[in-house]
């Protein structure tokens, strides 16, 4: 069993997806974690009893991270289950699909919220509760590989956040040094996003990137695990297969749509699993 000094974990959005990924390997590599989610409760509850499967302490703690308030208490609740913590993942974020200059305020806010205001709160809770133990840590941020220099006009309000946080990192991480490290990761194209189907996630998949292939959400997480290391601070870490040296002027869940017949036919049956 893990002693009273195993590290810990927290995730924003850990419940499902590339979040639900990240916190898995987490525990996979001796970390108690904590699964935070919005709304997604069933399946947060189900990923602690995963955790403890393997061996590990888990919770799940609910947080709108619209709520400033919200954001302490889960900051709260993670040090009095664990009293300690030495990796927070944002991860956590709003997708909205508009464009500029036809988006809605209120989409706006909500989307700045989420991706960018929400991250420095968490990173300023994380970093008080650390410095009254004199203890240290890391927070690694979950950007976009777009806002590497490939931007482009789709999903405007979700990008404003991201790219405000990717620009903010190295300041966080001089601001917050020596008690925290921060970094952060740029993934591409990962899973099926949105309306996207398996078959056409497939083909955008082999067009994508220079490889042929993309980036998975378990190679985004390893890559977290080593910005999370002693020897990161204020880095920026791509993990998109090189997706992103390929420019682009929308983005590919609208560019590759896969056209009948492209897959062999044994597996267009099966195919379409939303």
Not at 242 to 261: E, F, S
């Amino acid at each position: 069993m893990p002693s009273v000094e195993s590290k810990v974990a927290l995730v924003t959005g850990a419940a499902r997806r590339v979040g639900r990924s990240i916190a898995t390997w987490f525990a996979s590599h001796e970390h108690d974690v904590v699964v935070h989610y919005g709304t997604s409760a069933a399946a947060a509850h189900a990923l602690v009893d995963e955790i403890r499967a393997l061996g590990r302490r888990a919770i799940a703690v609910q947080a709108d991270l619209a709520d400033a308030g919200a954001i302490d208490a889960l900051l709260d609740a993670t040090y009095a289950e664990f009293g300690r913590l030495d990796v927070l993942v944002n991860c956590a974020s709003d997708f909205a699909q508009d464009r500029f200059p036809d988006f809605d305020i209120a989409t706006l806010d909500a989307n700045w919220a989420v991706n960018g205001r929400a991250p420095i709160l968490l990173a300023r809770a994380y970093c008080r509760h650390a410095r009254e133990r004199r203890q240290t840590g890391a927070v690694v941020n979950v950007i976009d590989q777009k806002v590497r220099d490939n931007f482009h006009a789709d999903h405007f309000t979700y990008t404003v956040g991201k790219a405000m946080l990717g620009n903010m990192t190295q300041m966080l991480a001089i601001s917050a040094a020596p008690t925290l490290r921060v970094n952060a990761v740029y993934p591409g194209l990962m899973l099926p996003s949105d309306v996207q189907t398996e078959r056409d996630f497939r083909y955008a998949s082999a067009r994508a990137t220079p490889l042929a292939r993309v980036a998975s959400a378990d190679d985004l997480a390893a890559a977290i695990g080593l910005l999370a290391g002693p020897a990161y601070n204020g880095v920026d870490f791509v993990v998109d297969a090189g997706q992103n040296l390929r420019r682009v002027n929308t983005d590919v869940l609208y560019m590759y749509r896969d056209p009948a017949g492209d897959l062999p036919a044994d597996e267009r049956e099966s195919s379409d699993t939303p």
